[in-house]
């Protein structure tokens, strides 16, 4: 697949935008179970580890304010 669309994971996550040959591949959302998202670049289905984990800690510490 390439272009934009979405892709449903049977224990709930759900990828949404950019695909290429297949693979999630430049912008794009990802939603884990719990509600969690990491939202920002892909390669080859990879995503920066980094930033995926300041989004989460981002996310935790805001749940506390």
Sequence with gaps: MNGTGGLEHPPGAVYEDEF??????????????????????????????????LQMCLQILSSFC
């Design 20 to 53: 290429k040959g297949d693979m999630f591949h430049g912008a794009g959302t990802y939603t884990f179970p719990n509600g969690a998202k990491y939202i920002g670049p892909f390669i080859e289905n990879k995503c920066n580890v980094q930033m995926l984990f």
